[in-house]
């Protein structure tokens, strides 16, 4: 007999050691698996680290701290006849899987042979046949990460010194981070300047001839225009509300037409990494690093009592919404045992297909549908558990029939020249919604029941007008800004959380009830991106960098072409940046507050909240003390200076320098003008001047400076 043939060793290298454990049990003793603890090579942190000179080669090094990591697997190749790269199924886990050929000599080594295995979740069958299917690097999704790196590197490197010489080191500017910040600065700047409208709504309260409980109608216009069709009108004053009222007192009212019809409310589709955060900051009140952070050990594999390690959820990072044909089917079987077929999702359902989905990903979802939360929430952390819930939920209720409602709309006559209307829903299938419903409060508001026909006898008990005034765009959240940013297509799943967290740890950004303020710090360094680096900041064409990006996964694109189609005029606008910028003082300034301790003059500089008093005299004299920047304006209340004051987060607000019980504040700057209509203080709402008394409603023009 032959000797029996040596079973070949593999070696399956994947990024996160928390993954290791899951996957081993998946395959047999002839496989080791280990992990790369992320990337084991990277530009280095000491300069640029790109060859502009050499067509912008980028000059990779290893890691600090890798070299003991690197020398343990170089063994573990030793000993493999064959290496499965297992990195994450993005750009990312691509070019680390490069990397990791280029730093154990892997392309060097005839007699071995090297692989890129991908799976979409840590489950046996997506490993075994990822093994099936196992491939060559895709140098593309490669080259479109080296070019972001590359150009995210020159970006930083070339504009963030401008920042440490002209406001304090330790400052940084992002390609992504700067427009996003653009993005919140320009908010605020739109929720200054708003200026309140006032409008009224009037309701009608009738009662109905043999019921006990009354209606309420609201105002809709004329019954009829010049072309004889209703016309809505909006009411602007008091003064429309009386005389509507007026001449409505002793009118009859008459039911003029009822409607009937049925709606159906889709059911959601399933989680991206976008809409996951969105839906998780609202739900669970979680911030987006957060949720990734946990959605990471919920993919890795999480520790299940009598099951293991167990990877709950697939990949994290994706901005699609397909669904394998395996997870459908078992999505129909649960649905169809658990509620009914009636529950089944129609056939007309399908996911999102944009050219921006970066590949052939699946949405976010549960490995297996049969591990409810209830069934595992003992072997989970209440956050694991929440997540996994929601995620759970939301990929069942995708896979579910649209929820019905039957609708009524009213159409009340009053008088011969007047409408008032109104409209009630009812829930007649819930669908999906018997699963996920992240809008129950919207559900009941509109779950009203009016019970009026064409016979039904009015008579009115009395009007009710309000008194409202239109309301500026919200602050940005977390939330809302992850969703502005993925539909203006800056940035792309792997870089909403860094990005945002990046922008907090530099305080230039705070949080305050979810919602993001700029500090004063952060309206420093946004003025000076937008004066120098206007390109940089621009949305749209930071939008179309992205999309030059995918053009590079998809091949079509040439990296080398973006860097050098980019650099030479980032160059020039840094070399011009810095001429302009060299009358700009902004740290530093001597003022005339003499410090207590050693006599010097006290100086301003800039903290993580923005600027203070500081003794030049440090480190022999460490004194400090708050900077209040006086604007001129005596306070309303006491008559002490109106000062510039940072909540304890650093917001910036207006406030009184003087009494210290006197609790004078304001969001808006106060002008020092008296309002010619009431005497009230007029407050700067961008070119306009408006009176702090929203009742008054004076406006005028701010003087030309």
């Not at 427009?179 to 009738?206: C, H, K, Q, S």
């Not at 579910?400 to 109104?422: E, K």
């Not at 919602?515 to 949305?539: C, H, Q, R, W």
């Amino acid at each position: 007999m032959a000797a029996a043939r040596r079973r070949k060793h593999n070696l399956v290298i994947v990024e996160s050691p928390a993954k290791v454990k899951t996957i081993k049990k998946f395959l047999g003793s002839n496989y080791e698996v280990t992990a790369s603890y992320g990337h084991v090579r990277d530009l280095p942190k000491s300069r640029m680290g790109i060859d502009v000179d050499n067509d912008y080669e980028p000059k990779y090094i290893t890691i600090r701290g890798k070299g003991e990591l690197l020398a343990d697997l170089r063994k573990k190749v030793r000993k493999a006849d064959r290496i499965y790269l297992a990195t994450d199924p993005d750009r990312e886990g691509e070019a680390i899987s490069w990397h990791l050929v280029a730093a154990l000599k892997l392309d060097e080594m005839k007699d071995k042979e090297v692989y890129r295995i991908t799976f979409n979740e840590i489950t046996k069958k997506a490993v075994t046949e990822s093994l099936k299917n196992a491939r060559s690097i895709d140098m593309n999704l490669v080259d479109a990460q080296q070019t972001r790196r590359i150009l995210d590197r020159v970006v930083g490197y070339k504009i963030s010194p401008l920042l440490w010489e002209k406001v304090k080191r330790g400052l940084s500017a992002g390609r992504v981070q700067s427009v996003a910040l653009r993005m919140i600065g320009d908010r605020e700047e739109e929720i200054n300047a708003f200026i309140p409208r006032e409008y009224w709504t009037l309701d009608a309260i009738l009662d109905v001839e043999g019921q006990d409980s009354p209606v309420t109608v609201h105002y809709y216009g004329r019954r009829a225009g010049e072309d004889g069709k209703p016309v809505k009108e909006e009411l602007a004053r008091e003064e429309e509300v009386t005389a509507i009222t007026d001449a409505l007192r002793k009118a009859p009212f008459k039911v003029d037409e009822v409607k009937r019809s049925e709606r159906s409310r889709k059911a959601p589709l399933p989680f991206t990494t976008s809409t996951l955060q969105q839906d998780a900051s609202r739900a669970l009140n979680f911030s987006t690093q957060k949720t990734m952070r946990i959605a990471q050990q919920l993919y890795e594999g999480v520790e299940i009592k009598g099951s293991g390690t167990v990877a709950l959820i697939t990949y994290l990072r994706t901005d699609s919404t397909r669904v394998s044909d395996e997870a459908q089917a078992a999505a129909a079987a649960y649905i169809s045992k658990k509620y009914g077929d009636q529950y089944l999702m129609g056939d007309e359902r399908s996911g999102k297909s944009d050219a921006k989905i970066q590949d052939a990903h699946e949405a976010i979802r549960p490995t297996n549908l049969e591990l409810l939360p209830a069934s595992i929430k003992e072997s989970l952390s209440r956050d694991q558990y929440r997540l996994y819930q929601l995620i759970w939920k939301r990929f069942l209720a995708s896979r579910m029939s649209a929820a019905r409602y039957q609708n009524m709309q009213v159409r009340v006559a009053a008088g011969d020249d007047y409408l008032f209307t109104a409209s009630a829903s009812r829930l007649i299938f819930d669908g999906f919604l018997s699963v996920y419903n992240q809008d129950e409060s919207a559900d009941k508001a509109a779950d009203l029941k009016i019970d009026l026909t064409r016979d039904s006898v009015l008579s009115l008990r009395e009007f009710d007008g309000k008194q409202h005034f239109t309301q500026p765009a919200p602050h940005y959240t977390e939330a809302s800004l992850v969703k502005a940013l993925e539909e203006q297509g800056i940035g792309r799943p792997s870089t909403y959380a860094p990005t945002i967290t990046t922008i907090l740890a530099r305080h230039y950004i705070v949080k305050e009830d979810k919602n993001l303020y700029m500090t004063e710090l952060g309206e420093v360094v946004n003025s000076m991106m937008k004066k120098a680096f206007p390109t940089i900041v621009d949305p749209d064409f930071t939008a179309q960098m992205e999309g030059l990006l995918d053009g590079v996964a998809e091949g079509s694109v040439k990296w080398k072409t973006v860097i050098r189609n980019f650099y030479p005029d980032l160059d020039e606008a840094v070399r011009q940046a810095e001429i302009d910028l060299e009358k700009v003082k902004i740290a530093d300034e001597e003022t005339d507050e003499v410090c207590e301790n050693c006599g010097r003059n006290m100086v301003i500089k800039y903290g993580p909240h923005g600027k203070f008093l500081a003794c030049p005299g440090f480190p022999e004299c460490h004194n400090t003390k708050p900077y209040y920047e006086k604007i001129g304006v005596s306070c309303p209340k006491c008559g002490k200076d109106i000062v510039i004051k940072k909540t304890k987060k650093g917001r910036k607000y207006y406030g009184c320098m003087g009494n210290p019980e006197c609790d004078f504040m304001s969001w808006q700057k106060p002008s020092g003008k008296k309002c010619p209509r009431c005497g009230g203080m007029m407050l700067e709402k961008g070119n306009r001047l408006v009176c702090a008394d929203r009742d008054c409603g004076y406006v005028e023009n701010k003087p030309e400076e």
